[in-house]
């Protein structure tokens, strides 16, 4: 939904945006068209990989650092920004990176760092861990009702051959259902989130938004699943737990999907969410 994106999120086109998932620069490079003379855009991305893509924008109102979400107010002052836009999704090229492991269609090694400099990668704890922390994170994380019984088989099975491929993770017994989609999407989902801590991180960006944004600035997410939307909402809401943002932001409008051509030319984007914010 770049466009509907870029729409909801440039109010003023000398003002100052923050692109906080850069991934390949799509939405980037859009909201720099929009942009006047004197606009300027700030982008990040936890993924060193994406170096050679904000590489090749060669523009001044342009600047990117490669940070995370939580480290946004190391670097950013408040009031610095007329717009944030949060894309939650994970990028095709990530997706595709056989180094990586993200993805079950291809067998590779169980990385799914988003940094892979640093961390805890999916092959070390999935073959550590004990079956009840394993179970969690496929439950809360990965909605997996059979989240028990999963991981039952991967401390069962790793007693004689350790998990260490994405074939591996995939070839699990899993239950028959009646969606459409690979049965192992809930776990792979759920083990990438709880490698790059990726629920924490998002509450951070929320957080930061509040202090980040101008007034009147606008906050705009795209979330790919149940567990973050949930999250969006009720940020905007101000209902989050731990979280007192209902006299800083209100939700603006209702919440935008994708149309039925976008689908269609981009089947990754069925389930993409859009919910945007205003600073008050």
Not at 35 to 62: C, H, M, W, Y
Not at 95 to 107: A, E, I, N, V
Not at 189 to 207: C, P
Not at 264 to 280: D, F, L, Q
């Amino acid at each position: 939904m770049p466009s509907e994106a870029i729409q909801n999120l440039i109010h003023s086109k000398d003002g100052d945006y923050l692109d906080c998932t850069f991934g390949v620069g799509g939405h980037s490079k859009k909201i720099l068209e929009c942009l006047g003379t004197n606009g300027s855009l700030k982008a990040i991305d936890k993924d060193p990989k994406v170096f050679k893509f904000s590489d090749q924008i060669k523009d001044e109102r342009f600047q990117f650092k490669n940070i995370s979400f939580s480290q946004i107010e190391d670097f950013y002052p408040p009031l610095s920004f007329d717009g944030i836009l949060i894309d939650l999704g994970i990028s095709s090229f990530q997706l595709d990176d056989s180094d990586r492991g993200f993805s079950f269609q291809t067998d590779s090694s169980l990385d799914m760092r988003m940094n892979q400099s640093h961390g805890l990668t999916a092959y070390e704890w999935l073959n550590k861990a004990e079956e009840k922390e394993i179970a969690d994170v496929f439950f809360y994380l990965g909605e997996e009702r059979k989240s028990r019984s999963l991981a039952r088989q991967i401390v069962n099975n790793r007693k004689s051959k350790k998990i260490s491929s994405t074939a591996d993770l995939s070839s699990l017994n899993f239950f028959k259902n009646r969606s459409k989609k690979h049965p192992a999407t809930n776990i792979f989902r759920a083990v990438r989130m709880y490698i790059n801590d990726e629920i924490e991180e998002l509450i951070s960006a929320l957080k930061s938004s509040i202090s980040l944004l101008k007034k009147r600035g606008k906050l705009v997410v795209i979330s790919f699943h149940s567990i973050e939307d949930r999250i969006v909402k009720n940020f905007l809401r101000g209902s989050l737990e731990n979280v007192k943002s209902h006299s800083c932001l209100k939700p603006v409008g209702k919440i935008i999907k994708p149309s039925v051509e976008e689908i269609k030319i981009n089947p990754r984007s069925r389930s993409a969410v859009m919910r945007v914010g205003e600073k008050i």
